[in-house]
């Protein structure tokens, strides 16, 4: 004969001992069934939540990207606007080494926006510029391969006092990284005019009377804090040059690069006054462009 119980069946044969375990058992079994229905629902819980926080946060990773892509293009427009906007939302720190370093990345940025903003005159701008100098790495590095890094990370200023403090942050950089060159940072900063005019000359298809390394050598003595820089140097910058000439990144051509590099007229030029000096020059238009040595001008409009 066979009995049932609230759980099911219970054999007839069992003692009143092993009926009573069996009932434990099976309550056990109830138990632990129950058990796992909760961690069940528990872990379903949880898993909504995650999926949900996950959602949440892609949704702030999309907004996240949706400000940067705006910052840039206020960027690209007007600079400083482009940075404040990007520092009120929380996407850069008001630091020189982080805009330095927002700068650097290029992302998206248009590298004559990024030049005009290196070159500005304010004190914090120009923090910021030598922050941006520090990620460039120099050393060991001749003038020539330094430059093509430099140039390559922004695109040349429109304004002549710009360009003087970018160059002028150049050579600074350039001779920490490279302590023993040169005499002095003034001699770096005039040699890598010259080497910007001797890219043009040799380049630039209207220049018909391309300059030798011997003229180019002549050139340039006399800069080393009043010695002559090593021949073997210079030699060496020119057929660099020579061989390869810079690689100036696209925008819109309106900065001192497409005058640097295409010119309507180029050559030397003598200055009277209190004392006489000779030295290189570019011409765009109305404006005459030479490199500003000590408190000599750099651009004298003249008229044609």
Known sequence: MVLKSEDGVVPDDLSPEERQELESIRRRKQELLHDIQRLKDEIAEVTIEIESLGQTE?????????????????????????????IDSSLLKNTSDDIAQFLYKGEGLNKTAIGDYLGERDDFNIEVLHAFLDLHEFTDLNLVQALRQFLWSFRLPGEAQKIDRMMEAFAQRYCRCNPGVFQS????????????????????????????????????????????LPEELLRNLYDSIKNEPFKIPEDDGNDLTHTFFNPDREGW????????????????GSALHCPPLEDRPCITTIKT
Request: hydrophobic share 35%; charged share 25%.
């Open 269 to 284: 030029l003598l200055k009277l006054g209190t004392f006489v000096f000779m030295t290189y020059f570019t011409q765009c």
């Open 58 to 86: 892609e949704r702030k990773s999309m907004q996240r990207n949706k400000q940067m892509a705006m910052g840039r293009k206020k960027f690209n427009m007007d600079p400083k606007k482009g940075i404040r906007f990007l």
């Open 185 to 228: 940072t003034d001699t770096c900063y005039v040699l890598s005019f010259a080497v910007i005019m001797l890219n043009t000359s040799l380049h630039n298809p209207n220049v018909k009377d391309k300059p030798t390394v011997q003229r180019f050598t002549a050139m340039n003595r006399g800069i080393n804090d009043g010695g002559d």
